[in-house]
T-cell receptor
Framework: GQNIDQPTEMTATEGAIVQINCTYQ??????LFWYQQHAGEAPTFLSY????GLEEKGRFSSFLSRSKGYSYLLLKELQMKDSASYLC????????????FGTGTRLQVFP | GAVVSQHPSRVICKSGTSVKIECRSL??????MFWYRQFPKKSLMLMAT?????????EQGVEKDKFLINHASLTLSTLTVTSAHPEDSSFYIC??????????????FGSGTQLSVL
């Protein structure tokens, strides 16, 4: 079966660093995505990893270890606007863009 | 970037009625679109894959006669919730797949539809 797990909720302080973990067990793997979603809005793309290692993109970085079925999203210099849900999603079919989403992590940033 | 328009953004209906939700790719052609359902404070659950010109592929546990999907053109997919009941109340989101080289951001999401069935 498909299983993608994330912590349900996290809190952090403005200016701090937070790491959101994602573990997955899927029948196939062809890339892992991270999305940000504010309440009542569409998810927006943050990052994509298909090879092991760290991908850095401004304040956000994403890491992947395929052998461990593990990824994390690292958010630096947190801002209040970073309060949102963060969704980990695995693409498990080579020929489609079908994504299976994780449970999502709601991050609350406090001043 | 690419824009996916989803309408309506919010709908309230009586139990037993049918509701149609539209998902349009405005500046690109999408042979494949996806429909998701999201409960409050939960993640997105894939309901079905909509393929232009052919039948949709439904995920396990999703009633195809309840959630009718039509993908009649390369820019439009519709989801019809038939004989809606209160338990169908949810946030429905579509996404469209943009083929071609370039960014890994090939999946673009609509803004979602909040369905409330009374």
């Amino acid at each position: 079966g498909q299983n993608i797990d994330q912590p349900t909720e996290m809190t952090a302080t403005e200016g701090a660093i937070v790491q959101i973990n994602c573990t997955y067990q899927t029948s196939g793997f062809n890339g892992l995505f991270w999305y940000q979603q504010h309440a009542g809005e569409a998810p927006t793309f943050l990052s994509y990893n298909v090879l092991d290692g760290l991908e850095e993109k401004g304040r956000f970085s994403s890491f992947l270890s395929r052998s461990k079925g593990y990824s994390y999203l690292l958010l630096k210099e947190l801002q209040m606007k970073d309060s949102a849900s963060y969704l980990c999603a695995v693409r498990d079919h080579r020929n489609t863009d079908k994504l299976i989403f994780g449970t999502g992590t709601r991050l609350q940033v406090f001043p | 970037g690419a824009v996916v328009s989803q309408h309506p953004s919010r709908v309230i209906c009586k139990s037993g009625t049918s509701v149609k939700i539209e998902c349009r790719s405005l500046d690109f052609q999408a042979t494949t679109m996806f429909w998701y359902r999201q409960f409050p404070k939960k993640s997105l659950m894939l309901m079905a894959t909509s393929n232009e010109g052919s039948k949709a592929t439904y995920e396990q546990g999703v009633e195809k006669d309840k959630f009718l999907i039509n993908h009649a053109s390369l820019t439009l997919s519709t989801l019809t919730v038939t004989s809606a009941h209160p338990e169908d109340s949810s946030f429905y989101i579509c996404s469209a797949s943009k083929t071609g080289k370039g960014s890994n951001e090939k999946l673009f999401f609509g803004s979602g539809t909040q369905l409330s069935v009374l």
